[in-house]
């Protein structure tokens, strides 16, 4: 089962990550051929709120360059329920690196946003719900849909709809040498919600959308060290609904929201909000 989006390389090579298997298709002379296919689960992984298919919930990221166009690593979540980041070599599609995502001590975690990297950094946010937080009103939703056989997409991804939120971001980083992944910074005290967060090259900046109280935030974070830059309140409506995110080229910030595309713009002074 597939239901992630695709990383696509400069040579024709194609990233596809199934409930299973990730695996390696390339696209030339006009044909696609399998490159690899590796098992990254023994069996078929279990479904949790938030999440729209059974595991990994992180469409695959590169990483890294030989020089030629070939990436060094393709990294993905596992959707385990304390998930693991992933580490595979993209030429052979080994798995060399594995590490569980705990944000600084949960015993269960999860993610339905791609891990976005910048060198051999990767950050992982949390989108993990207890069947506790989950509203009543999601278990109706899902009781409906299941009665009338209907697409559960709608039911999984309620907590989010309704504005629901988890705490956690974790950065890792792995040794191009040895393979070797160690947890750089975590933050359990700040949510991404459920929007896939972006980083700037040219200042080391990581970015997602947040929620504060009942507000929906733009929260801005070093790379490198996890500590908090700023946070912006967008208010309540705003909710990205696992939409993607832009950084435009004047330092404003795109968010794709359930109503509608908004544009923050940051400067020195001030941030401030538009809706387009």
């Not at 009781?143 to 697409?151: T, V």
């Not at 700023?230 to 208010?235: E, F, I, N, R, V």
Request: glycine share 10%; proline share 4%.
């Amino acid at each position: 089962m597939v239901t992630n989006s695709f990383a696509i390389d400069s040579k024709g090579g194609i990233f596809i990550v199934g409930s299973m298997y990730m695996n390696k298709v390339r696209w030339s002379a006009g044909k696609l051929s399998l490159e690899w296919s590796t098992k990254y689960h023994d069996k078929e992984p279990e479904m949790y709120w938030g999440r729209f298919g059974p595991g990994s919930g992180a469409s695959p990221t590169l990483m890294g360059h030989k020089g030629d166009g070939e990436a060094e690593y393709v990294v993905i979540t596992d959707g385990e329920k304390q998930m693991n980041i992933v580490y595979l070599t993209a030429d052979e599609g080994k798995i060399v690196g594995k590490n569980p995502v705990t944000f600084g001590g949960m015993a269960s975690s999860q993610s339905e946003q791609s891990v976005v990297v910048n060198g051999y950094k990767a950050v992982v946010v949390n989108n993990w719900f207890s069947d506790s937080d989950v509203p009543a009103l999601c278990y109706a939703v899902k009781a409906f849909i299941n009665y009338f056989g209907l697409a559960d997409k709608l039911a999984q991804g309620c907590p989010f709809l309704l504005g629901g939120y988890a705490h956690g971001a974790e950065q890792f980083e792995i040794d191009p040498k040895t393979h070797a992944v160690t947890s750089v910074w975590h933050r359990d005290d700040m949510s991404c919600t459920s929007s896939i967060p972006v980083v700037t090259e040219h200042d080391s900046t990581f970015y997602c959308i947040g929620k504060r109280s009942h507000d929906f935030t733009l929260e801005s974070l070093s790379w490198d060290t996890g500590k908090q830059n700023w946070t912006k309140p967008l208010g309540i409506w705003h909710n990205p609904f696992y939409a993607g995110n832009e950084i435009g080229v004047t330092n404003d910030f795109i968010i794709g929201t359930i109503l509608g595309p908004v544009r923050v713009n940051e400067s020195k002074a001030s941030n401030s909000t538009e809706e387009l």
